[in-house]
């Protein structure tokens, strides 16, 4: 028998081997996973992680793979991908308890549902898009999502990187997610007990696979709303180097500095390895100018580390994260 048969056989999940991961990240850069599988809901999920931790297979959870820099060798072991399949989304009357995962799955509604406070309650499973649900909620006049119009990740990466953007952040609008712990067993964490810091969430320090988020929103003005859509969209339109692969902004800002402007008064913009550059567009990012691999953009990020850290003294922490064979 096939080693993954029983994922097949008990979730109809197919488990592929030596998948190529630079078609899973939006660098486009990077090796195969030894094995790879995209589960459509919890118990599907739940099966493989566990399957994996008895057989001793390491397992590496991925969303869109807008955050990330995958080594050229690949990752051993398995990778999960949520992105795409894990994705439903839609209302709930009320903010969902704690035990309420399964019930919430089966009461959402198309329609936003206004509550006695005055909120609405947007519940999505990790894998949505992003923009899709930011842009799905702003179509429905509801605000509180705007900041996330143009983030390219999914919901479960913006949760566990609190990701943020013009001053918007994820942990002012999700109230609830849910998870499964390093046991594999459901639990859910409200507002603040998510410990969101900047770019950093409870999920990273627990090792939580993260389910499915409730986020709460405030019906507004559609005009208004729609407006602060545009206006950021073309922000980040005029100001980000859109046109190549990149991973956003690959350095977290440093106390008291912005992380572009010290790369761009080093000097750095447009230097190259390979086919990496520090883009013309916004120095804080790297983009893939064509046929670049993951170490030369390894190595154009070493290179601006030492560059600022030699004429500014500050030492630049990445916001992308470094996952597979290094
Ligand atoms: C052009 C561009 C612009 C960007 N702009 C912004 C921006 O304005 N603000 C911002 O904050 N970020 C920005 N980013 C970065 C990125 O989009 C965000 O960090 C995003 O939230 C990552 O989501 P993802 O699904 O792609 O996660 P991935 O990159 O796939 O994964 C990121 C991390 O999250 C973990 N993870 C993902 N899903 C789960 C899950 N369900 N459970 C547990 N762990 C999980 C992964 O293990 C990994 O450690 C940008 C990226 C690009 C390419």
Redesign the pocket.
């Known amino acids: 028998m096939h080693e993954w048969q029983p994922l097949q056989e008990q979730y109809n999940l197919e488990v592929r081997r030596d998948e190529t991961l630079a078609k899973h990240c939006?660098y486009e850069v990077g090796g195969p996973a030894d094995f790879f599988c995209e589960p459509h809901n919890m118990e599907a999920l739940r099966g493989v992680l566990q399957l994996c931790r008895a057989k001793g297979t390491p397992v590496?959870?991925?969303?869109?793979?807008?955050?990330?820099l995958v080594s050229d060798r690949g990752i051993r072991g398995m990778v999960v991908c949520?992105?795409g399949a894990f994705a439903k989304r839609g209302f709930l009357q009320a903010c969902p308890g704690r035990e309420a995962y399964a019930e919430a799955l089966n009461s959402l509604t198309e329609e936003p549902q206004i509550d006695a406070d005055g909120f609405a309650w947007l519940f999505s499973e990790?894998g949505a898009s992003?923009i899709e649900v930011s842009k799905y909620a702003s179509s429905l006049a509801l605000g509180g999502l705007e900041f996330a119009c143009?983030?390219?990740?999914?919901v479960?990466?913006?949760v566990?990187?609190n990701?943020?953007?013009y001053g918007g952040m994820t942990q002012e609008v999700a109230a609830i997610t849910y998870y499964l712990d390093a046991d594999f067993e459901l639990r859910a964490a409200v507002w603040d007990e998510q410990n969101f810091g900047y770019r950093r969430s409870l999920?990273q320090d627990v090792k939580?696979?993260?389910l499915a988020t409730c986020y709460r929103l405030q019906p507004g003005d559609a005009a208004e709303i729609n407006s602060k859509v545009a206006e950021l969209t073309a922000k980040r339109e005029k100001s980000?180097p859109?046109e190549y692969p990149?991973?956003?902004?690959v350095f977290k800002r440093p106390e008291g500095y912005y992380a572009g402007k010290l790369i761009m008064d080093s000097g750095l913009q447009g230097f190259r390895i390979g086919g990496a550059e520090v883009s013309l567009k916004h120095a804080g990012f790297i983009v893939n100018r064509g046929g670049a691999t993951a170490t030369d953009i390894a190595d154009l990020i070493a290179h601006i580390r030492k560059t600022v850290a030699e004429k500014f003294g500050v030492t630049l922490e990445t916001e992308v994260?470094f996952i597979g064979d290094w």
């Not at 590496?60 to 990330?68: A, D, H």
């Not at 990149?246 to 902004?249: A, F, H, K, L, V």
Request: charged share 5%.
């Open positions: 939006t590496t959870i991925i969303g869109k793979g807008s955050n990330l949520l992105a990790a992003m143009g983030i390219p990740g999914t479960g990466g913006a566990y990187m990701a943020g953007a999920y939580g696979t993260i980000q859109l990149s991973c956003g902004s994260r």
